[in-house]
């Protein structure tokens, strides 16, 4: 009889810093993060998971880990060659882990950084199988229909999965999966026992097949940037509020146009949408914690956000540090912010947050690592557009 599914989770994504196929491959830019950014990320919004840490043998693999919310762990050296195993790998994390913390891990979260094609809905779906099964370890999968594999042997082609002389209507094939490589979760007596990430009771989470596709070439790469654009940087509008604990918007050309208007006497003023103002207030009421973040000391700045009860940080040289600063003074993770910015100073904190959203007239570095491009321009309603956004998912 499988044994039940305890709380304590801990993902661990190894990440091998050398790279034949593609040099420094886990850390190479993918939608504007490194690519290990987004498995991380996607570990740390999963509400089942307590613990994110990344074992390499590589410095700046672990610099890249940390910056991102992730505890790092120094790999052996002979755990860091050619023929090392992803077993042998996660048991010493495992144990380092255990020895670090004086805690007992019940289910590790297995992901590999070059497979980002999954959302933290897949990692929490995942978890929740494991349990309904009372599974003691569990692959994700993708169904394969239409799929028939042939293999050359001595004898010559054999048909595997299926037996071409009685070749079956679709209908009538039973289920056949794949394992896709995007989420592993076992329990370590699992991996103890068998040296196997899979044992037990084992169970399996059904995802879509494009997100089978990973990344082991140039080819590979351009085609999971495509997916990732076009099928999960765009499910923002389907973002569960309950993971957002800040809001965090820029001034100028987001709650302005980016315009200055100077007067004759070197006074200084904006123009500013009262719809935003509107947007805020119902955010507010809805229970979000908003505030600005701007680079300038401008008391245009702290008038308006007088007059929309928002806290304000003024005169921050370096957003992505004091943005930074703030939430850990506040017990706020960076990968539950949503950051509103445009410009080419955006760039670093827009990296670290895990929501970055743009309006649409943003420069076009930001644009290309927004999570989300508002239908909006700066000043013209970005912050009401997304209220709206998520005010409706309240409602739902």
Same mark, same amino acid.
């Not at 790092?72 to 380092?96: F, K, N």
């Not at 670090?100 to 950084?113: G, H, K, P, R, Y």
């Not at 912010?337 to 670093?348: F, K, S």
């Not at 947050?353 to 909006?376: C, E, F, N, Q, S």
């Given at each position: 009889?499988?044994?039940? /599914?305890?709380?304590?989770?801990?993902?661990?994504?190894?990440?091998?810093?050398?790279?034949?196929?593609?040099?420094?491959?886990?850390? =190479?830019?993918?939608?504007?993060?490194?690519?290990?950014?987004?498995?991380?990320?996607?570990?740390?919004?999963?509400?089942?998971?307590?613990?994110?840490?990344?074992?390499?043998?590589?410095?700046?693999? /672990?610099?890249?880990?940390?910056?991102?919310?992730?505890?790092?762990?120094?790999?052996?050296?002979?755990?860091?060659?050619?023929?090392?195993?992803?077993?042998?790998?996660?048991?010493?994390?495992?144990?380092?882990?255990?020895?670090?913390?004086?805690?007992?891990?019940?289910?590790?979260?297995?992901?590999?950084?070059?497979?980002?094609?999954?959302?933290?809905?897949?990692?929490?779906?995942?978890?929740?199988? =494991?349990?309904?099964?009372?599974?003691?370890?569990?692959?994700?999968?993708?169904? /394969? +229909?239409?799929?028939?594999?042939?293999? +050359?042997?001595?004898?010559?082609?054999?048909?595997?999965?299926?037996?071409?002389?009685?070749?079956?209507?679709?209908?009538?094939?039973?289920?056949?999966?794949?394992?896709?490589?995007?989420?592993?979760?076992?329990?370590?007596?699992?991996?103890?026992?068998?040296?196997?990430?899979?044992?037990?009771?084992?169970?399996?989470?059904? =995802?879509?097949?494009?997100?089978?596709?990973?990344?082991?070439?140039?080819? %590979?790469?351009? @085609?999971?940037?495509?997916?990732?654009?076009?099928?999960?940087?765009?499910?923002?509008?389907?973002?569960?509020?309950?993971?957002?604990?800040?809001?965090?918007?820029?001034?100028?050309?987001?709650?302005?146009?980016?315009?200055?208007?100077?007067?004759?006497?070197?006074?200084?003023?904006?123009?500013?949408?009262?719809?935003?103002?509107?947007?805020?207030?119902?955010?507010?009421?809805?229970?979000?914690?908003?505030?600005?973040?701007?680079? +300038?000391?401008?008391?245009?700045?702290?008038?308006?956000?007088?007059?929309?009860?928002?806290?304000?940080?003024?005169?921050?040289? %370096?957003?992505?540090?004091?943005?930074?600063?703030?939430?850990?003074?506040?017990?706020?993770?960076?990968?539950?912010?949503?950051?509103?910015?445009?410009?080419?100073?955006?760039?670093?904190?827009?990296?670290?947050?895990?929501?970055?959203?743009?309006?649409?007239?943003?420069?076009?570095?930001?644009?290309?690592?927004?999570?989300?491009?508002?239908?909006?321009?700066?000043?013209?309603?970005?912050?009401?557009?997304?209220?709206?956004? @998520? /005010?409706?998912?309240?409602?739902?």
């Amino acid at each position: 009889m499988c044994r039940h /599914l305890q709380k304590n989770i801990i993902c661990i994504i190894p990440a091998r810093g050398g790279s034949k196929g593609i040099p420094g491959k886990n850390i =190479m830019d993918f939608c504007g993060k490194p690519l290990l950014a987004w498995s991380i990320l996607q570990a740390r919004q999963a509400k089942a998971v307590n613990a994110v840490y990344v074992t390499s043998d590589d410095n700046a693999i /672990l610099r890249v880990a940390e910056e991102f919310g992730a505890t790092p762990i120094r790999r052996p050296d002979e755990l860091s060659t050619d023929t090392a195993t992803s077993e042998a790998t996660l048991l010493h994390a495992i144990d380092y882990i255990e020895k670090e913390t004086a805690t007992n891990i019940d289910v590790v979260l297995f992901l590999q950084a070059t497979s980002p094609l999954r959302e933290s809905a897949d990692i929490d779906g995942a978890v929740q199988k =494991m349990i309904d099964e009372n599974a003691d370890s569990l692959f994700s999968s993708a169904r /394969l +229909e239409d799929f028939f594999i042939w293999q +050359e042997t001595e004898e010559g082609l054999k048909s595997l999965n299926f037996d071409f002389a009685r070749r079956l209507r679709r209908q009538d094939v039973k289920p056949q999966y794949v394992e896709n490589g995007s989420i592993y979760l076992f329990k370590p007596h699992v991996l103890r026992t068998t040296n196997n990430r899979l044992g037990g009771c084992i169970a399996t989470y059904e =995802m879509d097949f494009w997100k089978t596709w990973e990344i082991d070439s140039r080819e %590979d790469k351009a @085609l999971c940037e495509w997916y990732f654009m076009n099928r999960l940087t765009k499910r923002f509008m389907n973002l569960s509020p309950s993971a957002i604990d800040l809001i965090v918007y820029d001034f100028d050309g987001v709650m302005t146009d980016n315009r200055v208007l100077t007067l004759p006497d070197g006074t200084e003023a904006v123009f500013a949408n009262r719809a935003d103002g509107w947007g805020i207030g119902q955010l507010r009421k809805a229970g979000f914690r908003q505030i600005i973040l701007s680079t +300038e000391t401008n008391s245009v700045v702290s008038a308006r956000a007088k007059k929309l009860q928002i806290e304000v940080l003024q005169g921050r040289d %370096d957003k992505a540090r004091d943005l930074s600063n703030y939430c850990q003074s506040q017990g706020i993770d960076l990968a539950n912010v949503l950051y509103v910015g445009n410009d080419v100073n955006d760039l670093d904190v827009m990296r670290l947050v895990g929501y970055p959203v743009a309006p649409a007239d943003a420069h076009p570095k930001v644009l290309a690592i927004a999570r989300h491009v508002t239908k909006a321009r700066g000043g013209e309603g970005v912050i009401k557009e997304i209220s709206e956004i @998520l /005010l409706s998912d309240v409602g739902n």
